[in-house]
Nanobody, 135 residues
C-alpha cells in the first residue's frame, strides 16, 4: 500500500488546515485509516483514526479541534485541523495496516500502537506533510 499525504503548510495559531491522504496499491476499501504525527524532538504519536463505517477516535490533545473523515470511493482520508496551536507543529503521516489483513485496529490503544509498530518495521509510512503553526 502506498500513501500520499498533502495539505500541510504554515499557519498562525488559531488558524486551520486540511490534510488529505490517498491510498494506492493493495488497499482494502474496508481498512481502517488514520493520522499520526511527529513533532521536532518528539516520538511519533497517534492523532486520529477512522473505520470504514465512520467510527472515529481522537487523541486527547486534538479532540474537539480536529475532525477525521474519509471518502471510501476515492481511498482518501482527511484531517480537518482547526484552532491550531504551536504544539501541533509536526510532520503528519497517514497510516493504514500495511498488511491489509488485520482485524479493525483503530478503536483500541493496542491496535493503534500495533499499526504504528508495523509501519515502523516495514517502513510503510508515506512521505508525510509538514504542518507549522506559528505563535
Amino acid at each position: 500500500v502506498q500513501l500520499v499525504e498533502s495539505g500541510g503548510g504554515l499557519v498562525q495559531a488559531g488558524g486551520s488546515l486540511s490534510l488529505s491522504c490517498v491510498a494506492f496499491g493493495n488497499f482494502s476499501g474496508s481498512a481502517d485509516m488514520g493520522w499520526y504525527r511527529q513533532g521536532p524532538g518528539y516520538q511519533r504519536e497517534w492523532v486520529a483514526t477512522i473505520t470504514s463505517v465512520g467510527q472515529v477516535s481522537y487523541a486527547t490533545a486534538v479532540k474537539d479541534r480536529f475532525t477525521i473523515s474519509r471518502d471510501n470511493a476515492k481511498n482518501t482520508v482527511f484531517l480537518q485541523m482547526n484552532s491550531l496551536e504551536p504544539e501541533d507543529t509536526a510532520v503528519y503521516y497517514c497510516a493504514t495496516d500495511p498488511l491489509q489483513a488485520r482485524a479493525p485496529w483503530s478503536l483500541s490503544p493496542q491496535g493503534r500502537a500495533g499499526t504504528m509498530s508495523l509501519c515502523n518495521a516495514l517502513d510503510a509510512w508515506g512521505q508525510g506533510t509538514l504542518v507549522t503553526v506559528s505563535s
